[in-house]
């Protein structure tokens, strides 16, 4: 289990790129991830949410997303400040729902008698990693969230099997490549003694990269990059193209286990803007 890897940005980019993740996990219809729009926000007093679904359509609750992978005591104090704060902040009378996301049960603070009462209400859900039920075939956010606890020999046929589901399922859509390399970097994360390289060769993932359907994803992302530089202009091709640069750099970072302040320190940034870089 990765207890010390560096969650928030790697489960924003999961959330964001397979929305439907969420549902899942959940046990709701995945097909209400369309309802909503995912977002990481940042409050006025200095609190910030890992995730927020909002919802798209009136009467849909607000999706509160916590993920922690260590025992903090003051967790669910936290949780619930943010939570109060966003609607005090906005609409004091929105529905909402908060999900607490561990990697096991020991991860979960020991004293929970204050909050109980919410614990226990329809207004949180928990949800522990390991005890969620292995399936042979999982939609892609749920097997990629099974390879976080697999060993090494469940590990590969569930990559093989990932890998298979985004170059068929999400055949020349830019989504493809966004999965495989959240694949990437989660297994980097999980295997630390071995480097990019050594990965690609274990999990076989040079073998996608060489497909017909990645090669298409990969050109029709690639066009479409083109196309939007040359409508916003010189100018702010030249900006997005500092900011796409800027992005790359913090990720690989982040992947090689650097902490965000470290990131921010080194390429002269603040913490919100690795933060905004990470999640994009």
């Not at 390991?130 to 099974?146: A, S, W």
């Amino acid at each position: 289990m990765l207890l010390a890897m560096e969650t928030d940005s790697f489960f924003c980019q999961l959330f964001k790129q397979l929305p439907q993740t969420l549902f899942e996990l959940l046990g709701l219809p995945p097909e209400q991830a369309r309802g909503y729009r995912f977002d990481s926000v940042e409050l006025k007093k200095a609190l910030r949410i890992d995730g927020l679904f909002l919802p798209r359509k009136p009467n849909l609750p607000l999706y509160f997303v916590e993920v922690q992978f260590r025992r903090l005591p003051n967790f669910y104090a936290n949780l619930f400040a943010k939570v109060f704060c966003y609607l005090e902040e906005n609409d004091p009378t929105q529905d909402w729902v908060a999900v607490a996301v561990f990697p096991s049960r020991r991860a979960e603070p020991r004293v929970r008698e204050p909050y109980e009462d919410l614990l226990q209400s329809r207004r949180v859900c928990r949800v522990y990693l390991n005890e969620y039920p292995q399936t042979p075939n999982p939609p892609l956010g749920l097997g990629i969230l099974q390879l976080m606890s697999a060993p090494l020999e469940q590990a590969k046929p569930l990559v093989r099997g990932l890998l298979h589901k985004a170059e068929y399922e999400l055949a020349g859509t830019p989504l493809a490549e966004q999965v495989v390399q959240l694949v990437e970097e989660l297994l980097l994360r999980r295997f630390p003694e071995l480097n990019r390289e050594e990965i690609r060769a274990m999990f076989e993932l040079e073998d996608l990269r060489k497909s017909r359907v990645w090669q298409e994803a990969h050109d029709e992302g690639r066009e479409e990059g083109r196309e939007e530089g040359r409508e916003e202009g010189r100018a702010e091709g030249r900006e997005e193209g500092q900011t796409w640069a800027k992005k790359d750099m913090v990720h690989k970072l982040l992947a090689k286990g650097m902490r965000q302040k470290e990131i921010a320190t080194l390429l002269d940034l603040s913490v919100q803007e690795v933060r905004r870089l990470a999640a994009r």
